[in-house]
T-cell receptor
Framework: AQSVTQLGSHVSVSEGALVLLRCNYS??????LFWYVQYPNQGLQLLLK??????LVKGINGFEAEFKKSETSFHLTKPSAHMSDAAEYFC???????????FGKGTTLSVSS | DTGVSQDPRHKITKRGQNVTFRCDPI?????LYWYRQTLGQGPEFLTY????????KSRLLSDRFSAERPKGSFSTLEIQRTEQGDSAMYLC?????????????FGQGTRLTVV
């Protein structure tokens, strides 16, 4: 069985500040890990993913995440927030390719000027 | 290819009515998933198809819900005797055939409101 916990349902940062969104997972098999972003009334867009190999993965829009097996974490970071980053962010886990993604409850990111 | 397409985008229905949603996946993708998302929550898995075979169903998928994927192309999700608790965004996603096709591509969703 797999599950995802996103710590903090709402994160607020100032424009230009560091963004840190936390995700911890539970998986009985080696996980595939994902971060998706969702804008109001839209579907989900993939930001980045970890499958195998390098544990620091870079995604779109300047986001990156690091897979830490010992901490069962996959936190999302961005060095400098932009107003356009304001959205809902979801961490997800799946097992082998093909199995369904299991999502966390999401974190709303607000960016103030 | 324009990605995963869902129709309609919005649906308002009276309690007790039946509704049907359609999902057209990316053309070469053989895996198709349905999710339900309520306000303030992450998407919850409902069911999964590989080609035309429905391989997995969540316990969330009550007997009022049925999904099909005839010929392994588009899929439909039907809700019978809708209840107010069915109000949600219904998301469809598809994935490719290759074992390395780990990314799921999502449609824009169908927002259902039951009044």
């Amino acid at each position: 069985a797999q599950s995802v916990t996103q710590l903090g349902s709402h994160v607020s940062v100032s424009e230009g500040a560091l963004v840190l969104l936390r995700c911890n997972y539970s998986s009985s098999v080696p996980p595939y890990l994902f971060w998706y972003v969702q804008y109001p009334n839209q579907g989900l867009q993939l930001l980045l993913k970890y499958t195998t190999g390098a544990t620091l993965v870079k995604g779109i829009n300047g986001f990156e995440a690091e897979f830490k097996k010992s901490e069962t974490s996959f936190h999302l970071t961005k060095p400098s927030a932009h107003m356009s980053d304001a959205a809902e962010y979801f961490c997800a886990v799946s097992g082998k390719a093909g199995t369904a993604l299991i999502f966390g409850k999401g974190t709303t990111l607000s960016v103030s000027s | 290819d324009t990605g995963v397409s869902q129709d309609p985008r919005h649906k308002i229905t009276k309690r007790g009515q039946n509704v049907t949603f359609r999902c057209d996946p990316i053309s070469e993708h053989n895996r198709l998933y349905w999710y339900r998302q309520t306000l303030g929550q992450g998407p919850e898995f409902l069911t999964y198809f590989q080609n035309e075979a429905q391989l997995e169903k969540s316990r969330l998928l009550s007997d009022r819900f049925s999904a099909e994927r005839p010929k392994g192309s588009f899929s439909t999700l039907e809700i019978q005797r809708t209840e107010q608790g069915d109000s949600a965004m219904y998301l469809c996603a598809s994935r490719g055939t290759d074992i390395w096709d780990t990314e799921a591509f999502f449609g824009q969703g169908t927002r259902l409101t039951v009044v």
